[in-house]
């Protein structure tokens, strides 16, 4: 079993940045995609941008790529999601996502272990 666990969530103002973790463990297998995903209300859940933990293999959605940067620290098994120049429309509950397998997943369906969420929230 894969546990997941999110932080740095928070209030931060137009144009901040903010640093999201997400903290793994379990199972076997290091060909895993770590994947961020975001759900504002009333909204569905979206991709935001996911890592391939072997390789460090970044991809991205288009409304944040350039803007959002996410990193691996495998000694801390250790997922960061550097978000700068935050907008309101970043506004969301924002999670972390497990796959056992290296793949380009967008799909929320694609992955298979979820952590609780962590809310971010940008004020205009």
């Known amino acids: 079993q894969v546990q997941v666990e999110e932080s740095g969530g928070g209030l931060v103002q137009t144009g901040g940045s903010l640093r999201l973790s997400c903290v793994h463990s379990?199972?076997?297998?290091?060909?895993?995609?770590l994947a961020w995903f975001r759900q504002a209300p009333g909204k569905e859940r979206e991709f935001v941008g996911g890592?391939?933990?072997?390789?460090?293999?970044?991809y991205y959605a288009d409304s944040v790529k350039i803007r959002f940067t996410s990193s691996r620290e495998i000694t801390k098994n250790t997922v960061y999601l550097q978000m700068t120049d935050l907008r309101p429309e970043d506004s969301a509950v924002y999670y972390c996502?497990?796959?056992?397998?290296?793949?380009?997943?967008?799909?929320?369906?694609?992955?298979?272990?979820w952590g609780q969420g962590t809310r971010v929230t940008v004020s205009s």
């Open positions: 996502a497990v796959r056992l397998q290296s793949i380009m997943g967008r799909a929320a369906s694609d992955f298979h272990y």
């Open positions: 890592i391939w933990w072997r390789t460090g293999f970044t």
């Open positions: 379990g199972g076997t297998e290091s060909s895993r995609t």
